[in-house]
């Protein structure tokens, strides 16, 4: 009998989760043109406080990523995202209509609530439609699609900066949202029968929680991709001081902002060709090794022999360091989760959220340190780069050890 086979993933699908899971990047990328525009209109006290405008998002994620899982466990994948994104709408109107700073944030940690839903419910429906290098395959070019958000949003919010204030910005949000639930209600099926969901309890989310921690493997890659993805936050919360501030680049923005994000999509495309020919965890190794070492050459370059890098170099180095981290993006995710499809909602809720509280530390202290030069974002590449090559170096030694005793 020969073994059975995952389907082949529909275009359709693939669309929709993408869309689905960009509500976050959405949420995010589209602001960073207005923050200067919002640091004036909302008197922000310090310069490097517009960032929590950023880093609030992830915190409500964060928060969020623990509840929906097992809510999609117990009530269906779609229902957990309906009532996440309503919870989005919500706090989108909440930011768009304030004239107050803190409310503007409280705003924004209910958008990241909120949008959390679509983050760890379509990795679980994806986990139920698909396993192994197939759901790595999957889980790439959906990356491919959802990487066209960050890329197109600056501009995004760009355009409707021209035509209205950055208020309007939170009203393109509401809209996207708003028809991308109205696109899941009418098209997608449920993935998860009524006969394998969980009764909701506190005692099993408790007891999916110590499953999923007990896992070395699923430990080890979440405290990777937290470390690493920090420093990718420390990038989104200080781009805009960065390219508008420190190199002048104004209009141009959203292109540089957006050509870096290509960077990350399209190395998920060839990620998705390469996880059919080699193993996710050597291709995770190859890339934090590139990311390393390009962050210590441009650290000894930028600290030693220019007193300000080249806007040219500049977006050469974090071109070729953002194509590394598509590498990770959706590799990371799939080994983490891969051994608890049993309780994949619980398991991902559990992994994204401590993964994201340590991207939102990591990110907060490299974004608050920045100084007027690009050295506190390169140093935050180098440190979570080496540390999160011991991490998942130890990983593959426990897991090769754990096999031969077996």
Known sequence: MKPQ???KPGKEFIFLMALLMSLVALTIDAMLPALGLMAESLTAK??????????TVFIGMAIGLMLYGP??????????????????????AMSGLSDDFTLVLLGRVIQGFGAASCRVVTTAMIRDSYSGPEMGRVMSLIM?????VPALAPSL???????AEWRAIFGAMFLIGLLAVIWLALRQAETLSPEKRIEFSFRAV?????????VASARGYTLAAGLIFGAFVGYLSSAQQILQDLYEVGDMFAVCFGGLALCIGASS?????LVMRMPMEMLCLMSLIAISLMALLFFLYAAFFVDHPPL??????LGATFFCLGILFGNFSTLAVQPLGHIAGVATSVISSIQTFISVAVGGVIGQSYNGTVLPLVMGFLVCGILTLIIVFRVRYLSRASSQVN
């Not at 117990?74 to 229902?79: T, V």
């Not at 495309?269 to 060709?273: P, S």
């Open 157 to 163: 919010g760009q355009i409707i900066l021209i035509f």
């Open 46 to 55: 310090n310069p490097n406080d517009i960032q929590l405008v950023i880093s």
């Open 144 to 148: 491919v699609i959802f990487v066209m």
């Open 269 to 273: 495309y060839v990620n998705a060709k």
């Open 312 to 317: 040219m170099v500049l977006m050469a180095y």
């Open 71 to 92: 809510i999609s466990d117990s009530f269906g994948r779609k229902n957990a995202i309906y009532l996440g994104v309503s919870i989005f709408l919500v706090g989108t």
């Open 206 to 214: 408790f007891s999916g929680v110590v499953e999923t921690l007990r």
């Open 5 to 7: 086979q995952s389907p």
